[in-house]
């Protein structure tokens, strides 16, 4: 089946630092969906990619989709404690009558002051 | 606050009961979706309902069911409960096929 894969795992910086997630599909996906769920929260939907080569900012985060809508990045420039937390890619999986989003493993960022 | 309402927030119970979770969707969100949320594991999709229907369905134990009623209120019931399932279960709604709003989550212990 369609599996999402993300990396790194889990990543420790220090403020100011800049970070990057990676995410990549074992299949060619529609669109993409990043969200962040803070430490004891849930997630949060953060933006959504949908034409190949796409690239959305918002504030410190750059989004990209990938030319062949299979892999996607999100980087954030200077990183501030408040950019801690779990960040998930996501890609759907149409099914007969409904769908579900797959999501990536997740990376953890732990952000150092 | 993303207009999704789960409860119980924190639920104990012991190996082998049975517990309901209840989620409200957003108002005129039509999908309900369910995850669970492992420590050592990502958010696993179980099982989506849109408009009172099942549609599609993820790795639910056949111990889980769910239903989503009229009122689109949706219940996740999970039976013969063991240790493994101590996890926190998300509800999530979405109008269609755009982005999700999830809850805060229901936190299972099984002791």
């Known amino acids: 089946g369609q599996q999402v894969m993300q990396i790194p795992q889990y990543q420790h910086v220090q403020e100011g630092e800049d970070f990057t997630t990676y995410c990549n599909s074992s299949t060619t996906l529609s669109n993409i969906q990043w969200y962040k769920q803070r430490p004891g929260g849930h997630p949060v939907f953060l933006i959504q990619?949908?034409?190949?080569?796409e690239v959305k900012k918002q504030k410190r985060l750059t989004f990209q989709f990938g030319e062949a809508k299979k892999n996607s990045s999100l980087h954030i420039t200077a990183t501030q404690t408040t950019d801690v937390g779990t960040y998930f890619c996501?890609?759907?999986?149409?099914?007969?009558?409904?769908?579900?989003?797959?999501f990536g493993s997740g990376t953890i960022l732990r952000v150092k002051s | 606050d993303s207009g999704v309402t789960q409860t119980p927030k924190h639920l104990i119970t012991a190996t082998g009961q049975r517990v309901t979770l209840r989620c409200s969707p957003r108002s005129g969100d039509l999908s309900v979706y369910w995850y669970q949320q492992s420590l050592d594991q990502g958010l696993q999709f179980l099982i989506q309902y849109y408009n009172g229907e099942e549609r599609a369905k993820g790795n639910i134990l056949e111990r889980f069911s769910a239903q989503q009623f009229p009122d689109l209120h949706s219940e996740l019931n999970l039976s013969s409960l063991e240790l493994g399932d101590s996890a926190l279960y998300f509800c999530?709604?979405?109008?269609?096929?755009?982005?999700?709003?999830f809850g805060e989550g229901s936190r299972l212990t099984v002791l």
């Open positions: 996501a890609g759907p999986r149409y099914m007969e009558y409904g769908n579900k989003l797959v």
């Open positions: 999530a709604s979405s109008v269609g096929n755009g982005e999700l709003f």
């Open positions: 990619l949908v034409k190949s080569g």
